[in-house]
């Protein structure tokens, strides 16, 4: 089972709002990413968290807060967000393998409008 | 910097004919894992195939399989007997090895499949 869930898959929300994107796998991974993608481009890495602690922080502004409660969710909290932030988010997560291909695999997105 | 390029941005395909999308990449490191994702219009990554640096064997995955050519730095992807469900945007992807997940995108070639 190579599935990463997402939730939801469709947000829109005000510059004012505050709101929360979910990520859930069950494979036992260990590693866990926030990725951000506008149309016909690829994604960008936001975030990487390893064994629950943030490992990378992509110089992302502080309007994006990334949380991972325990090993199988992560979460990403949106607060005072501006129109260019509108995209697809994308969570992956990745084994951590020892030796060998640590590779990566994608849940199916969630879209985000800002108005 | 690791840089990865993908020349074309779009390319098309007679069903059941083959298609070959191309892919370079750059870099100072030896050990390192190159990788092919498929993005359909459901916007889901999905992972298609690896390949290993050290390893000499080209990968294979059923209807895809890549030419691994280490010494020019390229990596393209063959899709044998194409099929309408083949129809994405492919992105190639370098991740050097045992570092904690950065995926270096190229910047995607759009695949159409014609009946």
């Known amino acids: 089972d190579t599935e990463v869930t997402q939730t939801p898959k469709h947000l829109v929300m005000g510059m004012t709002n505050k709101k929360s994107l979910k990520c859930e796998q069950h494979m036992g991974h260990r590693a866990m990413y926030w990725y951000k993608q506008k149309a016909k481009k690829p994604p960008e890495l936001m975030f990487v968290?390893?064994?629950?602690?943030?490992?990378i922080n992509e110089s992302v502004p502080s309007r994006f807060s990334p949380e991972c409660p325990n090993s199988s969710l992560l979460n990403l909290h949106l607060h005072a967000l501006q129109p260019e932030d509108s995209a697809l988010y994308l969570c992956?997560?990745?084994?951590?393998?020892?030796?060998?291909?640590?590779?990566?695999?994608f849940g199916p997105g969630t879209r985000l409008t800002v108005l | 910097a690791q840089t990865v390029t993908q020349s074309q941005p779009e390319m098309s395909v007679q069903e059941a004919e083959t298609v070959t999308l191309s892919c370079t990449y750059d870099?100072?490191?030896?050990?390192?894992?190159l990788f092919w994702y498929k993005q359909p219009p459901s916007r889901q990554m999905i992972l298609v195939i690896r390949q290993e640096a050290y390893k000499q064997q080209n990968a294979t995955e059923n209807r895809f399989s890549v030419n691994f050519q280490k010494a020019a730095k390229s990596f393209s992807l063959k899709i044998s007997d194409s099929q309408l469900g083949d129809a994405a945007m492919y992105f190639c992807a370098y991740q050097r090895g045992s570092t904690l997940g950065r995926l270096y995108f190229g910047r995607g070639t759009q695949l159409t499949v014609w009946p």
């Open positions: 968290y390893s064994y629950e602690k943030l490992s």
């Open positions: 870099t100072s490191e030896s050990d390192y894992y």
């Open positions: 992956a997560s990745s084994p951590l393998a020892s030796a060998g291909t640590d590779t990566q695999y």
